[in-house]
């Protein structure tokens, strides 16, 4: 089955860390840029980086800029997202996805992982 | 960079008509593709619009999209409204590998 799945949320404090994993399968992930998008509570769609298909092009929103990093290792079919100097308005469900630029017709979402960063 | 404003909600009857707008604040809307991404309460988003008008495998031809320059805005049209259509719409462009997401619109079917 094609599918992405995230994992690594949970609690954490303001200025903690905490390390997001996206596991794909059933395709060649190696091929695909990959992204993540966050939606905080009461909030819309933000996406927060993403990363070109051997790694070596990253991007990442403004907010974000030198805390969060993006990286993959097309061996295991990851993606991960390490989130150090967490704030509290980093809280959020983060989102997965088989999506360069923009979602086409092949993009692909994961089910999402829960983020609280509290003060 | 650019903004992408929506109206933050709509309502409408089911079978009914409904135009979700999506209005760039600079830069020409055909300049980048323009994408619109469903969100049901509870679940993950998914991609039913993308390069402008082309709609993602799966998604009902009751839904439809396009581009205008005079507005410079990119519109979500979804006509015969089913209940399963309540959601929130987001429309989305991007400026070298930046995305610029709209604020979402609420949709209400009732």
């Known amino acids: 089955e094609v599918q992405l799945m995230e994992s690594g949320g949970g609690l954490v404090q303001s200025g903690g860390s905490l390390r997001l994993s996206c596991a794909g399968s059933g395709f060649t992930f190696s091929a695909y ?8 509570p009461g909030k819309g769609l933000e996406w927060v980086a993403n990363i070109q298909r051997d790694g070596s092009e990253k991007t ?12 993959r290792d097309n061996a295991k079919n990851s993606v991960y997202l390490q989130m150090d100097s967490l704030r509290v308005e980093d809280t959020a469900i983060y989102y997965c996805a088989r999506c360069g630029k923009y979602c086409g017709g ?3 979402w994961g089910q999402g992982t829960l983020v609280t960063v509290s003060s | 960079n650019f903004m992408l404003t929506q109206p933050h ?4 009857s089911p079978g009914k008509t409904v135009t979700i707008s999506c209005t760039r604040s ?6 980048n593709f323009v994408q619109w991404y469903q969100q049901r309460p509870g679940s993950s988003p998914t991609t039913v619009i993308y390069e402008n008008n082309q709609r993602f495998s799966g998604v009902p031809l009751r839904f439809s999209a396009s581009i205008d320059s005079s507005s410079n805005s990119a519109s979500l049209t979804i006509s015969g409204l089913k ?4 959601a929130d719409y987001y429309c989305q462009s991007y400026t070298g ?3 610029v997401f709209g604020g979402g619109t609420k949709l209400t079917v009732l």
């Open chain 1, 33 to 40: 840029w990959m992204s993540w998008v966050r939606r905080a």
């Open chain 1, 60 to 71: 990442y929103v403004d907010s974000v800029k030198g805390r969060f990093t993006i990286s």
């Open chain 1, 106 to 108: 092949d993009s692909l």
């Open chain 2, 9 to 12: 909600s709509v309502s409408e």
């Open chain 2, 26 to 31: 600079s830069g020409g809307i055909a300049s």
């Open chain 2, 83 to 86: 209940t399963e259509d309540e």
């Open chain 2, 97 to 99: 590998n930046n995305w």
